[in-house]
């Protein structure tokens, strides 16, 4: 089948850059392919577009005057990046430039599918989706998102929790083990089919339903009513460990004083619970005119109020069972206690995963920045950071989830090597996004910014150079659909 020709090179040629004069419309972000001696077919994408015209003002307001048409001489001009060709496995780009006057063409789907890699690949691949304006499967590898961690960034409405969810879906059909953190709980949808199956042929993807695979575990069921209680074993915690649950940042003023109310608790009763502890400190301070004891029976009540603690808490294999996604529900619950919360079962895991306790795990963070926040500090920034840097060399994988990429932690956004990002606007995170993605150009920079909901950016992923995908139509109901505050 013969190649589409588009236009010819012109003026003044760069190795990764060049020039087109177009004589066939072509869109921004559209794959081309220009035929050398030494390489043959080289990919190449459109980055940028201009129509030039001989409409001066005067014209224009002679023919808004008389109400005649004139005859308008326009052209079509495009800049295009150099994406590469393949040759042995590796793809490369050439180290001469094009010449001018070279023709070039549409670029046909096997070009793009050799060079991108796109590939289908059943047993690792999560398919998330079409390569936007083609009939290609983009299919990121499930390991590498463990092995090197993941981000989902998009401006609120952007359609980031329906991504994750199709991700999830992905996850669950492999049998990934999976955690996430879903502050609003809109995650437990996942378990019913979904009735909305828009653009289900084209996607190739049928109405299902993971009930089966799916717990759900809360510190508040009387909200949560599908949840399981989420509770921590009162016993299992040191004097260090309660303070953290208690959210003292003095540790050191507080450290002996809890520990020897556990002490005392513990020789009178080994079922001890908080509301012992509670009556200790006071008959301490009572005793010896001590505040600190005071201030430490204030934060215990608070700590009973949570109702996080009990003499038995849920068991770390009631939480991850092998090949099943566990969706800690946090809806609400204030913020204080979600980070105790997220503190504590992430300290857990990289410390389980690490002694090979649990399998490997992939965590999911919806609302990053409220759990590592790039200004200030919450309690879960550092075992956060912790997993971010350290747990893909323990089979601990991580996905970031944000509406405000510019507010969450650098130290943790910079370690996820696969970025999927739909429409952002807010200048502050678009900036954040083009420096920490590498082959990003500025024509893609500007694309994000008006991407239509339901198309993302795809970055790393094992693919050479980052790709436009429009995301499949989800299998399961989706939770997270903004709510009318006047009836339709």
């Known amino acids: 089948m013969a190649l589409e020709e ?76 150099v994406v ?104 437990g949808s996942l378990r019913f089919r979904s009735e909305k199956m828009r653009n289900a042929e084209r996607f190739g993807v049928e ?48 450290v002996a004083p809890l520990k020897g109310l556990l002490e005392a608790a513990s020789t009178a009763n080994a079922e001890y619970t908080l509301k012992d502890l509670i009556r200790l400190a006071h008959a301490r301070a009572a005793e010896e005119g001590n505040p600190t004891f005071e201030s430490l029976a204030e934060k215990l009540e608070y700590l009973e109020e949570t109702k996080l603690l009990a003499p038995v808490g849920t068991s770390l294999h009631e939480l991850i069972v092998e090949g099943k996604m566990t969706i800690v529900n946090l809806r609400g619950i204030a913020p204080d206690v979600s980070e105790l919360v997220v503190t504590r079962i992430l300290g857990t895991f990289f410390e389980q995963r690490k002694r090979g306790k649990i399998p490997p795990l992939f965590i999911v963070i919806e609302e990053a920045h409220n759990y590592c926040p790039q200004q200030g500090q919450a309690m879960s920034s550092r075992i956060l950071k912790t997993v971010a840097s350290e747990g893909r060399k323990f089979g601990l994988g991580l996905c970031i989830v944000s509406q405000r990429p510019a507010r969450v932690d650098k130290n943790v956004l910079s370690q996820c090597a696969t970025q999927l990002i739909l429409q952002v606007t807010n200048p502050l995170d678009v900036r954040a996004i083009s420096q920490s993605i590498e082959g990003l150009t500025d024509g893609m920079t500007e694309i994000i910014q008006a991407l239509p909901v339901g198309t993302c950016l795809v970055s790393g992923g094992g693919f050479h150079t980052p790709l436009f995908c429009d995301v499949r139509t989800r299998s399961s109901r989706h939770g997270g659909e903004s709510i009318n505050v006047i009836p339709t």
């Open 6 to 81: 588009v236009g010819r090179i012109y003026g003044d040629v760069g190795v990764g850059q060049f020039k087109v004069a177009l004589t066939t419309p072509v869109e921004r972000g559209e794959y081309l392919s220009v035929e050398d001696d030494t390489h043959h077919r080289v990919l190449c994408q459109i980055s940028q577009l201009e129509r030039k015209s001989d409409a001066t003002a005067e014209r224009t307001l002679e023919t808004i005057a008389h109400g005649s048409p004139y005859n308008l001489a326009d052209a079509l001009f495009g800049k295009a990046n």
């Open 207 to 254: 109405s299902r339903g993971f009930k089966e695979k799916i717990l759900e575990f809360s510190p508040d069921t009387t909200l949560n009513r599908d949840a399981h209680p989420l509770t921590f074993s009162l016993k299992n915690l040191d004097a260090r460990e309660l303070l953290t649950f208690m959210g003292s940042t003095n540790v050191r003023g507080y």
């Open 84 to 187: 590469g060709f393949r040759e042995n496995g590796i793809v490369a780009v050439p180290q001469l430039p094009f010449k001018p006057g070279t023709t070039v063409f549409r670029a046909d789907e096997s070009l793009i599918a050799d060079v991108m890699g796109l590939k289908e690949n059943g047993k690792t691949g999560a398919y998330v989706g079409m390569l936007r304006g083609h009939a290609l499967k983009v299919e990121l590898d499930i390991n590498q998102l463990v092995q090197r961690h993941l981000s989902v960034l998009a401006k609120t409405g952007g359609g980031k929790s329906y991504l994750v969810g199709v991700l999830l879906e992905e996850f669950l059909k492999h049998n990934v083990t999976c955690v996430i953190i879903d502050p609003h709980g809109e995650y």
